[in-house]
């Protein structure tokens, strides 16, 4: 059996150096998108991506929610590739986001929004894409080559670049420092052991929950168990679980639960606990626990940057669950690196 990282664990301890190369390199762009934004001054946002993708989106979208007071909704791409629906969204800001740009279906939708007057930013590892064509103005994420078919560092990446912009646009100072701070809490988020995590995890489902912010990650979650070990994993909002889903827990059943330092956390905490007296085996980031396992983690002196340190240490126990597991993380079976959809 090889000693060897896997490109995947090389990613993810590369996650640091990248957003610092984002923040070294990116303020430019990101200046110039918050102040066209600023100017148009939309009444909505929307977005568009599928994968990983989305799910920066649904922390976005809650981002946005929550610091610019503007709702945001995920759009999909096959109103307009599919159904040759061009939406009158012409008070709006779109955020489409792909690492690679590629995807005929996300570059057609941000092309008919543009068209119909939709103020468009793309966020992409690939400045030249086709997507980043068909936008008004293009946010690199600086990732730098990805070789594992599973997104990570272009997913935090993204984070980051998205986060930023909202930050910008606000004039959220407080918000722009913390980014700014990110590079040496995600160094420290990567060191972070879910060992006693990755021990439970028995190759049967599990569910991942969160609340707000800390739900999107939760989402990514769910699809890095299911494409790097094969693993059937649900993601739910923590206030949702109860409303069906907990009914197929049973005794020692896998639940690891997203938390930031943020209003959501005690009602993350309550949840964690009371699947715990279900049966079920509970690993929390949520601090106000009482009996769900506190797994180890970054704060990051922001609730809306800790998700991002959350996603890191995620990736590593994950990552480390599939190695366990006789599976390459790199090259997920049925799977390729660029998607792209109709």
């Known amino acids: 059996m090889s000693t060897e990282p896997t490109q995947m664990r090389r990613e993810i301890l590369e996650i640091p150096d990248a957003v610092e190369r984002l923040l070294a390199e990116g303020g430019s762009a990101v200046t110039a998108?918050?102040?066209?934004?600023?100017?148009?001054?939309?009444?909505?946002?929307?977005?568009?991506?599928?994968?990983?993708?989305?799910?920066?989106c649904t922390y976005l979208k809650y981002v946005s929610e929550l610091i610019l007071k503007r709702p945001m909704a995920s759009v999909g791409p096959s109103v307009s590739s599919i159904y040759g629906v061009d939406l009158d969204a012409a008070d709006a800001l779109c955020i489409a986001v792909s690492q690679s740009g590629q995807s005929p279906d996300i570059v057609a939708m941000?092309?008919?929004?543009?068209?119909?007057?939709?103020?468009?930013?793309?966020?992409?590892?690939?400045?030249?894409?086709?997507?980043?064509?068909?936008?008004?103005?293009?946010?690199?994420?600086?990732?730098?080559?990805?070789?594992?078919?599973?997104?990570?560092?272009?997913?935090?990446?993204?984070?980051?670049?998205?986060?930023?912009?909202?930050?910008?646009?606000?004039?959220?100072?407080?918000?722009?420092?913390?980014?700014?701070?990110?590079?040496?809490?995600?160094?420290?988020?990567?060191?972070?052991?879910?060992s006693e995590a990755a021990a439970a995890i028995d190759g049967s489902s599990l569910f991942t929950l969160g609340?707000?912010?800390?739900?999107?990650?939760?989402?990514?979650?769910?699809?890095?168990?299911?494409?790097?070990?094969?693993?059937?994993?649900?993601?739910?909002?923590?206030?949702?679980?109860?409303?069906?889903?907990?009914?197929?827990?049973?005794?020692?059943?896998?639940?690891?639960?997203?938390?930031?330092?943020?209003?959501?956390?005690?009602?993350?905490?309550q949840t964690s606990d009371a699947l715990v007296e279900k049966g079920a085996e509970v690993f929390t980031l949520a601090r106000g626990a009482k009996r769900a396992t506190v797994l180890p983690h970054v704060r990051t002196g922001h609730w809306l940057t800790d998700p991002v340190a959350a996603i890191v240490s995620f990736y590593g126990m994950v990552e480390a669950v599939a190695v366990g597991r006789g599976i390459n993380p790199d090259a997920p079976r049925h799977l390729n690196k660029v998607t792209e959809t109709v």
């Open 33 to 56: 998108a918050a102040e066209r934004a600023r100017a148009f001054d939309p009444r909505f946002l929307l977005s568009v991506a599928r994968g990983s993708s989305d799910h920066a």
């Open 110 to 194: 941000t092309e008919s929004l543009r068209k119909n007057g939709t103020f468009t930013v793309a966020i992409t590892n690939n400045d030249k894409s086709r997507l980043a064509m068909a936008s008004e103005i293009t946010l690199p994420i600086h990732a730098g080559p990805e070789l594992s078919v599973a997104a990570t560092k272009t997913f935090v990446t993204s984070l980051v670049a998205g986060l930023w912009l909202i930050a910008e646009t606000k004039g959220d100072q407080d918000l722009v420092a913390a980014i700014h701070a990110l590079p040496d809490h995600l160094a420290a988020a990567a060191r972070c052991d879910w």
């Open 211 to 269: 609340r707000g912010p800390s739900w999107a990650i939760s989402n990514e979650a769910a699809l890095k168990f299911k494409e790097t070990c094969l693993i059937h994993a649900e993601s739910y909002s923590s206030a949702e679980v109860f409303h069906g889903p907990v009914s197929i827990i049973g005794q020692s059943f896998p639940v690891i639960t997203f938390a930031a330092g943020d209003a959501a956390e005690d009602s993350v905490a």
